[in-house]
Nanobody, 123 residues
Framework: QVQLVESGGGLVQAGGSLRLSCVTA????????MAWFRQAPGKEREFVAG??????HYADSVKGRFTISRDNAKNTVYLQMSSLKPEDTAVYFC??????????????????WGQGTQVTVSS
């Protein structure tokens, strides 16, 4: 069974850094679109960053602070988060499009999700 498992969340002070990891189990996603989304309490899930076969894309709110990367040898996607702000507080999810390498910013395009990891940024 294919699964995505996130880790690396936690509590950090504003201005700090965290690195989230998303390990795929049961299948290797060499070129499938992979993305990170987040959901804060009372808000809709929003796109944060993604990686497709030919490009990466970031939400304006995280551009220049977050970096998505992939290590196919480890079946892992990372989200390096720096200069964190209290408004980055959310549950972060990784997701993949099982049958497409086209990057989308819409959550409906992704058909496999991890369980989420909490990121809390204190002011």
């Amino acid at each position: 069974q294919v699964q995505l498992v996130e880790s690396g969340g936690g509590l950090v002070q504003a201005g700090g850094s965290l690195r989230l990891s998303c390990v795929t189990a049961g299948r290797t996603f060499y070129t499938n679109a992979m993305a990170w989304f987040r959901q804060a309490p009372g808000k809709e899930r929003e796109f944060v960053a993604g990686s497709g076969s030919a490009a990466t894309h970031y939400a304006d709110s995280v551009k220049g602070r977050f970096t998505i990367s992939r290590d196919n040898a480890k079946n892992t996607v990372y989200l390096q988060m720096s200069s964190l702000k209290p408004e980055d507080t959310a549950v972060y999810f990784c997701a993949t499009r099982l049958y497409s390498d086209y990057l989308s910013t819409g959550s409906d395009a992704y058909n496999l999700w991890g369980q989420g990891t909490q990121v809390t940024v204190s002011s």
